[in-house]
């Protein structure tokens, strides 16, 4: 397909799943709507997203740049397709006829087709029926185009037209990501590392409707910045589908240490991921978030067997989301790959996990004994869970780059900064616009979100 400037005045959006949701559809649609603008408010052009009979329209009202606006639009979940279309004013069917045959004719310069004309003639004063108008326009286009042939059970190009209070014609259909728009399903709190698993976890519970923030273990001076930087990096990519997420880098390295030193160290790998999982539920429920989500596979290593994930568990009083949980590691690179993430996963950067890991790891745990163990940490560690979540430092991360909102406690005077930022207008929680019922929100997740029909 030609990148042309204004070839295409508008797209027609295709969405699969959220047609389905019965009454609660308008508050997918308007879920849907509210990504598409977030989506395209970052492409150069001026462009207005609305609504129209179970369809969504994407008109656009200066050049655009096709690739860019297509690729913003696939990283909508909830799209399933891309259809880009030309737009004709309503006449009479002679006049219209050239039209669909000219743009025919500058979409396919290769002939050699099947094809079949679809007409939907929503606006029912038009003197001719759909049935007529398909017979006219499929002999029309014959008559221009001899090679093509019709083929009404698998043409290879079907021409699309409806005829609304404007005809649209579209014959492409570029592939959508599927799955339910961000924010739809409310929001989660993402356990994010420097592997493979973790992000390629949050795409895909992002794509179940999920918006997510994050949450970072680390442990200086263990682990460098430049670990830091990849999780972030990280998160930049993933943020390309989600919008914006906001990561807690806590500092994990006391209680790593209290661990090591109080804990059994074949225990130590569960005891630190139940301290983990403690705190980012602590953090989670301060955020509003419903559920976190690991990137753990049944296992995969010690840690991830099946009495391991009941010890991690028994922490939790929120849903925890695995879905990766039946994937292999050969999937997962795939999904990683496909994400675009795969290539900073592998950096060889460590991780807190990597540096205080047992030689033998236990791997049936038995969580009486985890649990008498932990006791060990007695003493200190309600202090140090305390003293780690003021360690809290805020990131945006955008597919952008990343800025702090909230700086760590300052280690000269040991004071905690108060300058935390208010999250921009239009970036409320979803949980926060849900609806009456409860049943779904709309995640506002741009300081740029537009106002109202328009971006
Ligand atoms: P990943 O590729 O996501 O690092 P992994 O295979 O290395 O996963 P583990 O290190 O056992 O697995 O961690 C399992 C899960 O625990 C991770 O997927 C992640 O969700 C969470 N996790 C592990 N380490 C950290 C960390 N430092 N900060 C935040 N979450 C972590
Ligand atoms: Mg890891």
Known sequence: MENG????????????????KGKNRYLFEDALVQQMRIAL????????????????????????????????????????????????????????????????????????????????????????????????????????YPDLSVDVHEPEILVNVEIREKVYVYTHILPGPGGLPVGSAGKAMLLLSGGIDSPVSGYMMAKRGLKLDATYFNAPPYTSERA?????????????????????????????????????????????????????????????????????????????????????????????????????????????????????????????????????PVTKPVLDVIERHEHHLDDKIDEMVKRALETDEIIVVDEKGSRIVKHREDPLTGELAKNIEQRPAGETDPVKTESADGNASVSADSPKTAPADEK
């Open 41 to 144: 408010k970052k492409c150069a052009g001026s462009f207005a997203v609305h609504r129209s009979s179970g369809r969504i329209f994407v008109e656009c009202h200066e050049d655009y740049d096709f690739d860019e606006v297509t690729d913003a639009l696939q990283h909508v979940f909830g799209i399933v397709g891309i259809c880009p279309m030309k737009e004709i004013e309503v006449q009479p069917y002679e006049s219209l006829s050239k039209e669909i045959v000219a743009f025919f004719g500058g979409e396919y310069p290769d002939r050699h087709h099947t094809f079949k004309v679809h007409m939907r003639r929503l606006d029912k004063t038009y003197p001719m029926n759909s049935q007529q108008l398909n017979e006219e326009l499929g002999g029309d286009l014959l008559e221009a």
């Open 5 to 20: 400037i204004m070839k295409y005045q508008s797209f027609l959006i295709k969405y699969a799943e959220i047609g389905v």
């Open 228 to 360: 830091l930087q990849k999780v972030i990096d990280l998160a930049s990519i993933v943020a390309k589908w989600t919008g914006p997420i906001w990561l807690h880098n806590i500092n994990f390295t006391e209680i790593q240490l209290y661990i090591y030193d109080k804990c059994p160290h074949d225990e130590l790998t569960i005891i630190m991921r139940r301290y983990m999982m403690r705190i980012a539920e602590l953090i989670a429920r301060r955020t509003e978030c419903g559920a976190l989500i690991t990137g753990e596979s049944l296992g995969q290593v010690a840690s991830q067997t099946m009495r391991s994930l009941e010890c991690t568990n028994a922490v939790c009083t929120l849903p925890v989301f695995r879905p990766l949980i039946g994937f292999d590691k050969e999937e997962i690179i795939n999904i990683s790959k496909k994400i675009g993430a795969f290539e900073t996963s592998i950096l060889p950067y460590e991780d807190c996990c990597t540096i205080f890991v047992a030689k033998h």
